[in-house]
């Protein structure tokens, strides 16, 4: 049996406005593709796998497909009804509009014949796959829809869609036999919504439809109100088109959860991470700020209302430990013939970097000024934090490490999770606990941004538990990085640079990564070290002219299409250039913001989850990896950093 091949996402046609998603072929068509991803999503279900248009039987061949943000146009032309030359007499425009928990379908039929009867129809079909299936290639079953009064429905384990006409004249057909091969040009086994079209030249034939979709046991829903606005839309030139597109993809992942419908998030990413992941969510907001309060705000409050209170190895939950994600069920993913599965239970905390993260952006919140009320009120889940922040430092070492206790968790628990992402330069894998050299940084980071907030807060009259506190963070931050100085750093023929990890026995990752780079801006480095991280990341084995590399040219585990192993991801450049930045690097940094400008012009005008390693010199333009995400939160994010690097 071969591994599931996880389908292509590059060249599909996407809608988004959490936590409802469109997925079109790259024709413009709803119904099943082998080469890609297909369906109408909501929250973390595939609810419509089919919605095929015809006229007089026939789909219409398409010829153009245009997206914005939550809207796709699809262009096509009836080629099965004849006019009086050979050119095309039927032209078919096909709207999509998706708003939460909402898909609205319009339909317009134009002609150059005088008079035009024919039958409209659009065939449906829903299976309730879980996303996790359709991630792996495998569908779900077809559910039997009931109808009445001119709709169709279809329901399932607390899952319903509910397809009704907008337009008057529709008609419901559900005759059609699955075992029939005479099915009058209808999609076999596929009810559909039909109309008897008449239009002529300049008269066209216009109709609408729209499917309900509701989730009994989702976790997720749309966020209330929307995003700051700055008018990045109106800046021009390359870096404002790429700001302005990011900014409309981030507002369609704004989601919060059922348990705290107020606080806003950005989802992780589309289609796969439709849901409030700890590192992706807080990444994002960090990379937004000061843009973006509100969603900073939202985030830290809607992460701290799941934060640890017991230990529990099965989920790997700990007192003050800041969850990775949030799912309705269960999430079981197979990994191929072996048998292997990652199971991870609903809510999973298999992470070791996001309580740090959670601290670092409660502390730079706080130094914006703009949300006091919200950051003195998460004091007590700052202080959970900090503890947990406090015991963790028990790897090698002393620093924060993880390993999977489990047997079916992540086997990696930083941002670089596949199996194969730690390794040395020869390509042995790494055996845990692991300690990430970007994590160091964020701890550190993370205890002088938590001290000084304590400090501020303890109040002019007491709060000497939050003295005692602050200071025994701000021992700890001088801890690590004496520690990380001695342990972290090795040599070759390029001279000094900060291995990615330590291995469970303190021997470092003898190859460079991307990771250093979210060293910078941290403090965890002197003026020298920062001068050796930011000459190492753009040099030409880590920088590709388009992004920085995850892994360096010179290891044998290479490759420019590995996940993670070479590969060009946008928020891991755009967190070195947010560093650059912040050590003065400027020149250094607008380099590498231009590289990920060039790269989003060369992959649709946006930045992907990420994209292939490849360098500029191999190839004029960046190429895309088909698996990735798009839009991707943290991604979209990078953007800001981008226009600030640039100064646009």
Same mark, same amino acid.
């Given at each position: 049996?071969?591994?599931?091949?996880?389908?292509?996402?590059?060249?599909?046609?996407?809608?988004?406005?959490?936590?409802?998603?469109?997925?079109?072929?790259?024709?413009?068509?709803?119904?099943?593709?082998?080469?890609?991803?297909?369906?109408?999503?909501?929250?973390?279900?595939?609810?419509?796998?089919?919605?095929?248009?015809?006229?007089?039987?026939?789909?219409?061949?398409?010829?153009?497909?245009?997206?914005?943000?939550?809207?796709?146009?699809?262009?096509?032309?009836?080629?099965?009804?004849?006019?009086?030359?050979?050119?095309?007499?039927?032209?078919?425009?096909?709207?999509?509009?998706?708003?939460?928990?909402?898909?609205?379908?319009?339909?317009?039929?134009?002609?150059?014949?005088?008079?035009?009867?024919?039958?409209?129809?659009?065939?449906?079909?829903?299976?309730?796959?879980?996303?996790?299936?359709?991630?792996?290639?495998?569908?779900?079953?077809?559910?039997?829809?009931?109808?009445?009064?001119?709709?169709?429905?279809?329901?399932?384990?607390?899952?319903?869609?509910?397809?009704?006409?907008?337009?008057?004249?529709?008609?419901?057909?559900?005759?059609?036999?699955?075992?029939?091969?005479?099915?009058?040009?209808?999609?076999?086994?596929?009810?559909?919504?039909?109309?008897?079209?008449?239009?002529?030249?300049?008269?066209?034939?216009?109709?609408?439809?729209?499917?309900?979709?509701?989730?009994?046991?989702?976790?997720?829903?749309?966020?209330?109100?929307?995003?700051?606005?700055?008018?990045?839309?109106?800046?021009?030139?390359?870096?404002?088109?790429?700001?302005?597109?990011?900014?409309?993809?981030?507002?369609?992942?704004?989601?919060?959860?059922?348990?705290?419908?107020?606080?806003?998030?950005?989802?992780?990413?589309?289609?796969?991470?439709?849901?409030?992941?700890?590192?992706?969510? !807080? @990444?994002?907001?960090?990379?937004?700020?000061?843009?973006? $309060?509100?969603? %900073?705000?939202? /985030?830290? +409050? *809607? #992460?701290?209302?799941?934060?640890?209170?017991?230990?529990?190895?099965?989920?790997?939950?700990?007192?003050?430990?800041?969850?990775?994600?949030?799912?309705?069920?269960?999430?079981?993913?197979?990994?191929?013939?072996?048998?292997?599965?990652?199971?991870?239970?609903?809510?999973?905390?298999?992470?070791?970097?996001?309580?740090? !993260? @959670?601290?670092?952006?409660?502390?730079?919140?706080?130094? $914006?000024?703009? %949300?006091?009320? /919200?950051? +003195? *009120? #998460?004091?007590?889940?700052?202080?959970?934090?900090?503890?947990?922040?406090?015991?963790?430092?028990?790897?090698?070492?002393?620093?924060?490490?993880?390993?999977?206790?489990?047997?079916?968790?992540?086997?990696?628990?930083?941002?670089?999770?596949?199996?194969?992402?730690?390794?040395?330069?020869?390509?042995?894998?790494?055996?845990?606990?692991?300690?990430?050299?970007?994590?160091?940084?964020?701890?550190?980071? %993370?205890?002088?941004?938590?001290? *000084? #907030?304590?400090?501020?807060?303890?109040?002019?009259?007491?709060?000497?538990?939050?003295?005692?506190?602050?200071?025994?963070?701000?021992?700890?931050?001088?801890?690590?990085?004496?520690?990380?100085?001695?342990?972290?750093?090795?040599?070759?023929?390029?001279?000094?640079?900060?291995?990615?990890?330590?291995?469970?026995?303190?021997?470092?990752?003898?190859?460079?990564?991307?990771?250093?780079?979210?060293?910078?801006?941290?403090?965890?480095?002197? *003026?020298?070290?920062?001068?050796?991280?930011?000459?190492?990341?753009?040099?030409?084995?880590?920088?590709?002219?388009?992004?920085?590399?995850?892994?360096?040219?010179?290891?044998?585990?290479?490759?420019?299409?590995?996940?993670?192993?070479?590969?060009?991801?946008?928020?891991?450049?755009?967190?070195?250039?947010?560093?650059?930045?912040?050590?003065?690097?400027?020149?250094?940094?607008?380099?590498?913001?231009?590289?990920?400008?060039?790269?989003?012009?060369?992959?649709?005008?946006?930045?992907?989850?990420?994209?292939?390693?490849?360098?500029?010199?191999?190839?004029?333009?960046?190429?895309?990896?088909?698996?990735?995400?798009?839009?991707?939160?943290?991604?979209?994010?990078?953007?800001?950093?981008?226009?600030?690097?640039?100064?646009?």
């Amino acid at each position: 049996m071969s591994a599931p091949l996880q389908p292509s996402l590059h060249r599909q046609h996407i809608a988004v406005a959490a936590p409802t998603q469109l997925w079109l072929s790259a024709e413009g068509r709803l119904a099943p593709d082998p080469a890609g991803l297909t369906g109408i999503f909501h929250a973390d279900t595939r609810f419509l796998d089919h919605a095929a248009v015809t006229v007089n039987g026939a789909e219409p061949q398409p010829v153009g497909v245009s997206a914005a943000g939550a809207r796709v146009t699809v262009d096509g032309l009836a080629r099965n009804i004849a006019g009086p030359t050979l050119d095309p007499a039927v032209r078919v425009v096909q709207t999509w509009t998706v708003e939460p928990g909402t898909v609205r379908h319009t339909i317009e039929l134009s002609t150059s014949l005088p008079e035009l009867a024919c039958t409209l129809a659009v065939h449906l079909g829903a299976d309730f796959a879980p996303m996790a299936a359709v991630r792996v290639g495998h569908p779900g079953d077809p559910v039997e829809p009931a109808h009445d009064a001119g709709r169709l429905a279809w329901e399932r384990g607390g899952r319903r869609a509910v397809a009704t006409p907008d337009t008057e004249g529709a008609s419901v057909s559900t005759s059609i036999d699955r075992d029939s091969d005479d099915t009058d040009g209808f999609p076999s086994g596929h009810p559909a919504l039909v109309w008897s079209a008449v239009l002529g030249r300049g008269k066209p034939f216009r109709v609408s439809w729209s499917v309900a979709l509701e989730d009994a046991d989702a976790v997720v829903r749309a966020a209330p109100g929307g995003a700051e606005e700055d008018g990045a839309e109106s800046r021009p030139g390359a870096v404002g088109r790429l700001l302005a597109t990011s900014l409309q993809q981030l507002a369609g992942l704004r989601l919060a959860t059922t348990r705290l419908p107020d606080a806003p998030f950005v989802a992780a990413g589309a289609p796969w991470y439709f849901t409030l992941f700890g590192r992706d969510s !807080l @990444w994002s907001a960090r990379l937004l700020l000061p843009r973006d $309060t509100a969603l %900073a705000a939202g /985030t830290l +409050r *809607a #992460l701290a209302a799941y934060q640890g209170s017991e230990h529990v190895p099965e989920s790997a939950e700990e007192p003050g430990k800041i969850p990775h994600e949030i799912r309705a069920g269960e999430l079981v993913v197979d990994h191929g013939p072996g048998g292997d599965q990652l199971r991870l239970p609903p809510v999973y905390y298999g992470t070791v970097d996001a309580t740090a !993260l @959670w601290l670092c952006l409660a502390g730079e919140l706080s130094r $914006t000024g703009r %949300a006091p009320d /919200t950051v +003195r *009120a #998460l004091l007590p889940a700052a202080r959970r934090a900090a503890d947990w922040l406090l015991a963790s430092a028990t790897g090698p070492g002393g620093f924060l490490a993880y390993r999977d206790e489990t047997g079916h968790g992540l086997s990696n628990q930083g941002w670089k999770d596949s199996a194969d992402a730690m390794q040395f330069r020869d390509g042995r894998r790494a055996e845990g606990p692991i300690a990430l050299a970007e994590v160091q940084g964020y701890a550190h980071q %993370a205890a002088l941004e938590a001290a *000084a #907030l304590f400090e501020e807060l303890r109040g002019p009259g007491g709060g000497e538990g939050l003295r005692a506190q602050a200071a025994e963070l701000r021992e700890f931050a001088a801890g690590i990085r004496a520690r990380f100085r001695e342990s972290f750093w090795v040599e070759d023929g390029a001279r000094r640079f900060p291995a990615m990890a330590l291995d469970g026995g303190g021997t470092p990752l003898d190859v460079a990564g991307s990771n250093m780079g979210h060293l910078l801006g941290t403090g965890l480095l002197d *003026a020298d070290e920062a001068r050796l991280v930011v000459d190492r990341l753009l040099g030409d084995e880590l920088f590709s002219g388009y992004g920085i590399r995850t892994l360096s040219t010179a290891a044998a585990g290479y490759w420019p299409l590995s996940y993670h192993c070479g590969s060009v991801w946008s928020h891991d450049t755009a967190i070195a250039v947010r560093g650059m930045l912040a050590e003065g690097f400027r020149a250094e940094a607008a380099t590498v913001a231009r590289g990920l400008v060039r790269a989003a012009e060369s992959l649709g005008g946006s930045l992907p989850e990420l994209f292939s390693g490849v360098g500029s010199a191999e190839s004029a333009r960046a190429l895309a990896y088909p698996a990735a995400c798009r839009p991707q939160a943290w991604s979209a994010a990078s953007a800001a950093v981008v226009a600030r690097a640039l100064g646009a």
